[in-house]
Every structure is written in C-alpha cells, then in structure tokens.
C-alpha cells in the first residue's frame, strides 16, 4: 500500500492509485475514470448533463459483455442501463436516470485510496451548479506522455475486476494464464471455457507506467508505435524445455523496450542479473498488496509469503543460470527506476 499512498505522490501515481486501489462495490470508478478521459476539457466546468450519457454508455458497453458490475444483487442504476441496451428506454431517459442516480457514491468517493483523500483531479460543484470542475492536476496529467496509455489501463482494471466478480468463484482458484501467441491473459470458467480476460500489456503496465522494465525507457503500450512495448519473459520462454514450465505464468512477464527485449545488445534468451530479480519480487508484491485481481493468482503462483517468494524466485534464478549461464543488463540506462 505505501507504495502509492505516499505524501507527495506523482500525478500518474495519484491517478493510478484511484484506479488500481481499493475493493470496489461497483465498477462506477472505472466508467467516471474512462469518462473524464474521453469528455471534451476545454472547459474545466463539466456540467452532470455532459457527464451522463459518457458514464452511462461506458457502464451499457460493459454489461453486454458482463451482466454483473455491483457486488451487490440489485440496482436501479443498472436496470436503466439494461433497459437502454434492449432498446426499452431512450438516450434522453438514460440520461435522466443516470444524472438523478447514477453518481450516487461515485463523485464523493472517487479520490477516497486506502480512506485518505488523494490528489484531487476535479473537484464536486454539485451543490452551486450541478456540475464538477476538473482541477489544474488533471490538466497536467493530460500533458504527460503516458496520458495516452490511461484508457487502456482503466478499461484493463475494469475488466480483471469484472471476471473476479462474475466467475463468483474463490479468487484463489482463479488461474490466470497467459498466452504468448495473442499476449492475452486468459482464465478456464467451470465449465473449463477458456474466456479472455484483458491484454497482457494493459494488466502489466498499471505498475510499470510506461516505462521499460530493465532500463526505464518511455514505452507504449499500443501496439503500432515507435516506442511500442513487447512483452518479455524475465526468465526465457525457452527454460520450458528444461522442464521450467512457470516461465508462462504472469508473476515471469515484463513490459520492455524492443531494444531490451531484441534489440543489438538485447537481452534475447540470457538471464537479467541478480538486481533486476529484487525489481521482480517487488512488482509482483505491489499486485499482491494493492488487491489486482491478480493478486490470488500471484500468491498461488509463487508463495503466500514474501519470504516464500523470495525464495520461489531465488530457486528459478538458480535453475535458470544452471541452464543459461549468460547474465544481461541493458547497455544504457533512461532516467528513474521504477
Ligand atoms: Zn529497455
């Protein structure tokens, strides 16, 4: 948890702490977050009329795929998004509804992490003018690069947080595997279905901020761009022939730059030297305390306790270097770890 509560928080790491943190009742934080992204900001006032119909569709977009978005068993919230989808109601009800009900909560608690209040992006103007003003730290997070990369993670949070509700299965039999070919995580339901839960990329870089894993580089999580990221595995994919088959799971893979991962000098199929094994342990113990959903999965995979996981990792780094004794480090380093 400290890791993000902290007394002067970065802005990308306040916005990140609202969106990652917290067992949510409801996916209502995911739809405002995804909400103020998407809004036109040229004014700082946003008036509740213009917020509803983008909170409202992001919650109608969601329930088709996943009926469940409240832990609870009913909502008349819901039901109105419900009845938009099957065409029951208009856009104008919609809207109605959700100004009337669907920010109950959601405006009020929308910067509460670990029950402190973070950085403020916006601030409730409810009372004077039904509406809320975005703050001069949401302007400057817009100006940031990994602005861009934000979407992508609210909608991946939003989509673990989904399938860890709606298989209403013990989280601790949740196995999230992933699959290199697609780079999607993936879990098996009851009925051994495979159903996929969101992009690698999207459910690793809510920790590494667009930065790659071993020297910091900007990365992007988009596929397409120049500095687009690949996902590579800490410990080589090919230790699964010397019979290391937990090179596949998630607490192994990493975001990096194409140059770490297969670039001159690039790391290829060497093993990272010891140092980057303690940034290893410390991402996967950030999934563990700040509840990710991937949270049981990581435990499960490696160890219930950080010394057991240490230990997890020590044993794999000793297997994989009796296998491939080559260590790698990038040749240059690119500003802060992470
Ligand atoms: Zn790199």
Known sequence: MQLFVDKDPSLDTSWRSIILLG???????????????????SSSEIEIENLAVPFA????????????????????????????????????????????MGFVNVIDAFHIVAREETTRFFTDNRKENKSIILTDNFYK???????????????????????AISLNV???????????EDECLFVLDDKKRRQNVT???????????????????????????????????????????????????????????RECNRGSGGKFEKIPKINY???????????IESHHPLRETIINQTGKTDTERKDFLQKMFNNSVSHIPIKWEPSEIFGESI
Do not use: M
């Open 170 to 180: 013990n989280p601790s039999l949740l196995e999230i595997i992933n699959d290199d």
């Open 23 to 41: 067992r949510n009742v409801a996916s209502y934080k995911f739809a405002l977050a995804k909400s103020l992204l998407e809004i036109d900001t």
């Open 199 to 257: 992009s690698s990329r999207d459910a690793l870089n809510g920790y590494q901020k667009s930065k790659c894993f071993y020297c910091y580089k900007h990365i992007s999580i988009q596929q397409g761009n120049e500095n687009s990221c690949d996902v590579d595995h800490f410990f080589p994919h090919i230790l699964k022939d010397y019979g290391l088959s937990e090179v596949d799971q998630i607490w192994n893979l990493v975001l990096t730059c």
């Open 277 to 287: 094994l303690e940034a290893l342990n410390k991402r996967n113990n950030f999934y």
């Open 141 to 163: 997070l817009k100006e940031k690069d990994i602005y861009g990369n934000l979407k992508n993670e609210a909608e991946s949070r939003w989509n673990l947080w989904e399938t």
């Open 57 to 100: 569709k992001n919650i109608c977009d969601h329930l088709l795929n996943n009926e469940k978005q409240v832990t609870s068993k009913t909502s008349k919230f819901l039901d109105a998004c419900k009845r938009f989808n099957n065409a029951e109601i208009n856009e104008e009800e919609l809207k109605q509804i959700t100004i009337r």
